[in-house]
């Protein structure tokens, strides 16, 4: 623990032992000139660097004589972790109180937590490690001993039947601008589809354009979008399947707006009866 120094309006510091057998002491303090109404009184701890201060105090109303200087005492008294509690008596018989710690903070908690963990372990060295005194396995009942039958009988299953992959009604593959070649990503969807396709289905690919250019090249182009599917397709489904090619050019629309006509770069593959 630090020892305390108080000093009076910057002042040499007076220097309180932290002796534990003189935990009392009264010290005597002047002011810096007679008629003095105020002082300032600084309390600090020892360091190696020097003192350095903890807290600082301005009394006011000291002056009793104008030809003397005012005399504080002070009743020093240390207390645990390095706490100083100091009576301040004035003249008039008026005390201000307060604490001042001169040690570390963290000291305190450090040996709070220490002797938690010690008697934890003792704890539980007492009543898990078998610190009983006496045979401990006396505490314990017995362990009861059945014997049980259980009948089982065969559990039938039904047969899970294959999940067939539902046909879509309708399937759209989208264009590049001005493009009428298939994607990576058109062809993945047109073989999922191709796969669906069933004996005696009809369906309707119907091609459309962005709204740019004239009518006849959107309608031109759309209708050559269609062909292309119509032309990939053909070689994946069956026969029978009956398909109707239209091209619709840019009179069905999913998006108006100029900034998002990727949308209207499409063709919809819809079915249009059989497949029951």
Not at 91 to 97: K, Q
Not at 243 to 263: A, F, M, N, T
């Amino acid at each position: 623990m630090g020892s305390l120094g108080i000093a009076i309006d910057g002042g040499r510091y007076v220097r309180v032992d932290s002796s534990m057998g003189d935990p009392y002491r009264t010290v005597r303090l002047r002011t810096m000139r007679a008629g003095q109404d105020s002082a300032k009184l600084d309390f600090c701890v020892f360091r190696k660097k020097g003192p350095v201060v903890r807290k600082s105090l301005i009394l006011n109303g000291l002056s009793q004589n104008g030809d003397t200087p005012s005399e504080l005492r002070l009743k020093v008294e240390r207390r645990l972790f390095a706490v100083w509690e100091i009576n301040v008596r004035r003249h008039d018989g008026t005390v201000e109180n307060l604490r001042v710690r001169t040690g570390n903070g963290l000291w305190p908690l450090l040996i709070a937590a220490a002797v938690l963990l010690l008697f934890g372990g003792w704890l539980l060295f007492r009543f898990v490690g078998g610190g009983f005194s006496g045979d401990s396995r006396s505490l314990v009942p017995p362990a009861v001993q059945y014997d049980i039958e259980v009948e089982t009988s065969p559990v039938q299953t039904a047969p899970v039947e294959p999940l067939v992959p539902q046909l879509p009604m309708q399937t759209i593959v989208y264009f590049r601008p001005e493009r009428a070649d298939l994607s990576d990503a058109a062809m993945a969807e047109l073989k999922a589809l191709a796969g669906m396709l069933g004996e005696d289905i009809s369906i309707e690919v119907g091609g459309h354009c962005a709204n740019y250019g004239t009518e006849p090249g959107r309608r031109a182009l759309s209708r050559l979008r269609a062909d292309v599917v119509v032309a990939y397709l053909s070689g994946m489904i069956p026969s029978s399947v009956i398909i109707e090619v239209k091209g619709y050019g840019g009179s069905r629309p999913l998006s108006r707006d100029s900034e998002s006509q990727d949308v209207n770069r499409r063709v919809e593959i819809n079915v249009t009866g059989g497949g029951e």
